[in-house]
């Protein structure tokens, strides 16, 4: 029998409880992707991290919030604050869907899968969405800004048009005048979209579609 087919879902999860939720999902198999700022640690703050790190029991992987590399150790910081993305089986997120809900005795529901306007079917993120947004996100660039999509709906569709120089390249979006700037906006349709700052025009390819 052939493997079910896994797409991307978007997760919120309450309770600021996004890391604890990502090793929880790791630990069922799946795959997961959590935008974060890099904060590497100094001073008093990168002290109490080692220390932290030092008295892990032997076997006992670190708080996913800490990344040690080399001597340098860095804080995991959210971009969007408990928002999180899966990557799962049509049966695989209906579970995560349930154990979203939490104890139905405590009626104290820990976050919920985004869904399609009819409130029931779990939304589908196209994979070259989540390309773009995971690439967008994870390129170390500053300056993002990040929109819900009730806020995106109110910029006007622009050129669509492809990075082609830069630590963005490969990045598609649509070029919005945003507080006055033109940008390149991503956008994983229904769930948040994601504003670089100004990219130069020469790095910039118009593209159809």
Excluded at 117 to 143: A, E, K, Y
Excluded at 173 to 201: C, H, W
Aim: glycine share 8%; net charge positive; with cysteine.
């Amino acid at each position: 029998m052939e493997d079910a087919p896994l797409n991307w879902y978007a997760l919120k999860v309450f309770f600021n409880k996004v890391f604890e939720m990502e090793d929880r999902l790791a630990g069922m198999g799946l795959e997961t992707y959590l935008a974060v700022d890099m904060i590497p640690l100094k001073g008093e703050e990168h002290l109490s991290a080692a220390r932290k790190l030092a008295q892990l029991p032997e076997g006992r992987r670190p708080s996913s919030d800490l990344v040690r590399e080399g001597p340098v150790i860095y804080r995991r910081v959210p971009m969007v604050k408990s928002l999180l993305f899966v990557r799962a089986s049509k049966n695989g997120i209906l579970q995560v869907a349930e154990m979203l809900k939490g104890p139905l005795d405590l009626n104290k529901p820990e976050g919920f899968v985004y869904r399609k306007t009819d409130w029931q079917t779990p939304c589908i993120i196209p994979d070259r969405q989540m390309v773009m947004f995971q690439l967008v996100t994870s390129s170390g660039v500053r300056g993002l800004k990040f929109f819900s999509a009730d806020e995106i709906t109110r910029f006007k569709q622009g050129e669509k048009v492809r990075v082609i120089e830069g630590p963005l390249k490969g990045a598609e979006g649509y070029i919005k005048r945003i507080q006055k700037n033109r940008r390149l906006l991503v956008g994983v349709e229904g769930v948040v979209a994601v504003a670089t700052s100004y990219i130069p025009p020469q790095f910039l390819e118009k593209i159809e579609g």
